[in-house]
C-alpha cells in the first residue's frame, strides 16, 4: 500500500507551454507502489496549456479537481469544468488550455505507465521553500523525450493554439470559447 500526504509526492515545475507544475503520487518506479499504472497532480496557471497529443498504447484518466479550462478531445473542443471525469483511450488526442482567471488542477492516471517519466524528464523539481521558476523554455530536447515515454507522434501535428507555443494574449481564446460546446 502507499499513502502520500498532501504535498508528500514528487513534485516538478513544467516548462512552456504549461507554466504550471506535477506532483506524481504513484508510479512503479516508487518502493511499494503498484505495477502498471501511475498517478498524479497537474496544476496549470491561467493561460497554461498542455498540447494536443496522444498517447500509443497508454489509456489516460483525468478528474478535474478545480478551475476550468477549453479541451480539444478527439477533434473537440469543449468546455470542461472542476468535477469532470473523462477517459482517453489509446490514439485520441487530447489537449488542455486553462482559459480561466485562477488554477485549473486535476488528478491523472496512466494505464500502463510512464507520463510520469516524461514530466522528470523536462521538469525542473520543485523544492519547498525555492522560487517559482516558470515560465522557462521547453527542453531542446523535450520531442526526443516525448518519443521515448508514452507520446505518439501527431500527424496532422497540432495547430495554434493546441501546439506548443506559449499563449501571451487571452483574446486569442475568444473564437475557441465561442465554438466549444
Known amino acids: 500500500m502507499i499513502i502520500v500526504p498532501p504535498g508528500q509526492g514528487e513534485r516538478h515545475w513544467q516548462p512552456q507551454p504549461a507554466n504550471g507544475w506535477i506532483e506524481i503520487l504513484t508510479s512503479p518506479r516508487f518502493a511499494g507502489a503498484p505495477p502498471g499504472f501511475s498517478a498524479g497532480l497537474q496544476e496549470l496557471p491561467p493561460l497554461g496549456k498542455i498540447r494536443e497529443h496522444a498517447h500509443p498504447a497508454q489509456t489516460e484518466i483525468f478528474w478535474i479537481i478545480e478551475g476550468q479550462c477549453l479541451a480539444r478531445l478527439d477533434g473537440v473542443v469543449r468546455r470542461i469544468v472542476a468535477g469532470t471525469f473523462m477517459v482517453a483511450p489509446p490514439h485520441v ?8 482567471g485562477g488554477p485549473y488542477r486535476m488528478l491523472w492516471m496512466l494505464v500502463p505507465a510512464g507520463l510520469e517519466d516524461f514530466f522528470v524528464g523536462i521538469g525542473k523539481p520543485r523544492i ?4 517559482d521558476p516558470t515560465p522557462y523554455p521547453r527542453p531542446a530536447e523535450t520531442g526526443a523525450i516525448e518519443l521515448s515515454t ?5 500527424d496532422p501535428p497540432p495547430e495554434p493554439p493546441w501546439d506548443t507555443a506559449p499563449i501571451t494574449d487571452p483574446a486569442e481564446l475568444e473564437a475557441i470559447r465561442r465554438a466549444a460546446v
Open 93 to 100: 488526442r487530447h489537449g488542455f488550455i486553462n482559459d480561466g
Open 128 to 131: 519547498p521553500g525555492m522560487p
Open 150 to 154: 508514452v507520446f505518439e507522434t501527431l
